[in-house]
């Protein structure tokens, strides 16, 4: 028994020897023989063109170098692959840090408390108390909070800031926040 499976594995070894390369269209005795003929003429040309004056290879070389440059990146509306996220961060903020910010812009919106609205036929005003309790009279359009916040309406009981920023991949969003009056029992 154990020579019967001896012989069968032996014949499937010699199949795949003989049988399985020829399938596989892996080269015979007469494609190894075309294959070397071929190597023999490139050697034969090259040798030849090492023969020839430098000027004619120099302008094959550059040809070929004008084939490969062929293709080139335009990095254009891409993120950078190989950028961390961080130092994008990082560097949003700097370029923030680099214009002079008043004292508003240096609070969040959520330390700002608003006391008082005035409405009036030249404009609308409110007052703001930070947490220290100093008061800061705003309009529509002064900076305010962190994340360049700017005042859009001063309505009858309320303040709506519009905060824009960027976010981590550098789109810039907008978000709106409402201030209002605490309500008087």
Not at 15 to 37: D, N, R, S, Y
Request: charged letters at 35%; glycine letters at 6%.
């Amino acid at each position: 028994m154990y020579t019967k499976k001896r012989n069968s594995l032996t014949l499937l070894l010699i199949f795949g020897i003989a049988v399985i390369p020829v399938l596989l269209g892996m080269p015979t005795a007469q494609a190894k023989e075309k294959i070397t003929v071929k190597i023999l003429k490139e050697k034969k040309e090259a040798a030849e063109l090492s023969k020839k004056p430098a000027k004619e290879t120099s302008v094959s070389v550059a040809t070929k170098e004008n084939a490969k440059a062929a293709y080139f990146y335009d990095p254009t509306n891409k993120t950078d692959p190989f950028k961390s996220f961080i130092v994008v961060r990082r560097e949003l903020e700097e370029k923030e840090q680099e214009k002079p910010k008043t004292y508003l812009e240096t609070l969040d919106i959520s330390q700002l408390t608003l006391s008082a609205i005035v409405l009036g036929s030249k404009g609308n005003w409110a007052l703001v108390r930070d947490s220290k309790g100093d008061g800061h009279v705003i309009k529509v359009g002064t900076l305010i909070g962190r994340k360049n916040g700017r005042v859009k309406r001063i309505l009858e009981k309320e303040v709506i800031v519009t905060e824009s920023y960027k976010d981590i991949r550098g789109r810039e969003q907008i978000k709106d926040i409402s201030i209002k009056l605490p309500e008087v029992d």
